[in-house]
């Protein structure tokens, strides 16, 4: 064990080496892989050397999602607090699902999910779960939902056409989620946006009446706290009145920005939360701790116990169901996610979560106002958002992209919005700071306008 610490921590140190010396690592293409790196399993033990040789050689080759040239996901950056927390959670190995081999841990867990619920207004009976990703998030939301609605689907299945309703703009986990829980792909129903990327209330409505003029049963709406484009956030004050209207169960899907309700300056794009059945939160995404860290939580509990809670006496040997998180969790055996969040908010209180989502906020507007004072850009995004979507000289944002990812410069993706293409800058990255913005538009122009990268670019058709 000590030797594999050694090994560990020389294989951090050269990792974070590898950040600075090269921040974007070069691509192995998939047709080369297994011939660029040693990667098969064989009979007889690799020799120590052999063994930390390919490790340095993986570690090389990975793409770098803590350095300062990430832009490409809705996560990256490196927290240390957290990676502590994460760290121990790794030798402490408890399962998450029982207080007798979970101990304190599951008191971690229950005082997170209690914090946030507070936070968001949600009541005394209010409860959640730490889940698999902000998928899974969102599929335990649709199962309660579907279980309030019919709570005999639990045992006798789905026997009639029930429908739900999400946005055009949103997660595609949405209509992949209606497949799995039984309702059926073509059940979900895509509401009209705005020219921000907002659900449309009025729209939302109109589909309810034709739903149910035409027989259907609607059961659940889908809302989002920054859609995965453009950031938007859809007004729940005005989703909800519908809910309400037809007795449908809001969920918010906050994976990618719901931790603006640790601002102060920022919770307003969340208002009336509380008046939600369910919202979602990833950590992992605007906190910034390692992966995943996704959050559900509930208004009433006895969601929770009604659809995910089985009797298992081989399992559940303590009395106190309160603190056997298996009762309502989608999973059994569950790595214990908890700690990395607990660890990084002890160690900066809210005061500290708070600086970190305000300055993701306070970088994209950096980078707006870069674009907005260069005739060379077009902006295709707004204020409140930490997706920054624009495009730079009429190039094809797609290959723009996929040319800086092949030359090893930057790892930004892009996005459509309205039949409109454009590279989409995500300032989520919690290492980064405002001169790697400036940076990050500097490599982009010194990388378009050098003469071989003008002729590579302009012979490159734009569905490379």
Not at 85 to 113: C, F, H, R, W
Not at 300 to 318: C, G, V
Request: hydrophobic share 35%; net charge negative; aromatic share 10%.
């Amino acid at each position: 064990m000590i030797n594999d610490i050694k090994l560990f921590n020389e294989l951090v140190e050269l990792l974070l080496q590898e950040e600075k010396k090269h921040p974007v690592a070069t691509p192995i293409d998939t047709d080369k892989l297994y011939q660029a790196l040693d990667l098969k399993l064989n009979d007889e033990p690799a020799l120590d050397s052999d063994f930390k040789k390919i490790l340095s050689q993986l570690i090389v080759s990975t793409p770098k999602t803590a350095s300062t040239s990430f832009f490409n996901q809705l996560f990256g950056g490196r927290v240390s607090k957290s990676i502590l927390g994460d760290l121990l959670a790794v030798m402490l190995n408890n399962s998450m699902y029982t207080y007798k081999v979970a101990g304190p841990q599951v008191g971690i867990e229950k005082t997170i999910l209690n914090k946030i619920c507070e936070i968001i207004g949600y009541g005394t009976e209010s409860d959640g779960t730490f889940a698999p990703g902000g998928s899974m998030s969102n599929y335990m939301a649709m199962i309660m939902a579907r279980d309030r609605f019919n709570p005999t689907i639990r045992s006798k299945g789905i026997h009639s056409k029930m429908t739900l309703y999400t946005s055009e703009d949103s997660h595609y986990s949405i209509s992949k989620n209606a497949s799995l829980i039984g309702i059926g792909r073509e059940q979900v129903r895509l509401i009209k946006t705005n020219d921000f990327g907002e659900m449309l209330a009025d729209d939302l409505e109109l589909q309810i009446k034709n739903d149910i003029a035409l027989g259907c049963e609607p059961f659940f709406v889908n809302a989002t706290a920054g859609t995965t484009v453009l950031g938007a956030f859809d007004d729940i004050t005005s989703i909800s009145k519908v809910c309400k209207t037809y007795n449908l169960w809001l969920h918010v899907d906050g994976a990618y920005c719901g931790a603006v309700i640790f601002s102060k300056s920022y919770k307003h794009l969340l208002k009336d939360l509380e008046l939600t059945d369910s919202f979602s939160v990833n950590a992992h995404k605007m906190l910034g701790t390692p992966l995943t860290c996704s959050i559900i939580v509930t208004q009433n509990k006895k969601h929770l116990y009604q659809s995910f809670s089985n009797d298992a006496e081989y399992l559940y040997q303590t009395n106190d169901d309160e603190f056997n998180l298996g009762k309502t969790s989608l999973q059994c055996g569950r790595r214990n996610d908890a700690l990395k969040l607990w660890t990084l908010w002890k160690s900066v209180g809210n005061n500290g979560l708070e600086s970190i989502v305000d300055k993701q906020f306070y970088l994209a507007d950096v980078a707006r106002n870069y674009i907005k004072s260069h005739p060379d850009y077009n902006l295709y995004s707004f204020d409140n958002s930490i997706s920054v979507c624009f495009n730079y000289k009429n190039i094809s944002a797609k290959t723009l992209c996929t040319l800086l990812y092949e030359h090893s410069k930057l790892m930004v993706g892009y996005g459509t919005f309205k039949e409109e293409e454009f590279i989409r800058l995500v300032t989520i990255n919690t290492l980064v700071e405002e001169h790697d913005i400036l940076n990050f538009f500097k490599t982009i122009e010194h990388f378009v306008d050098s003469n071989n990268m003008i002729e590579t670019i302009s012979n490159s058709p734009s569905d490379c």
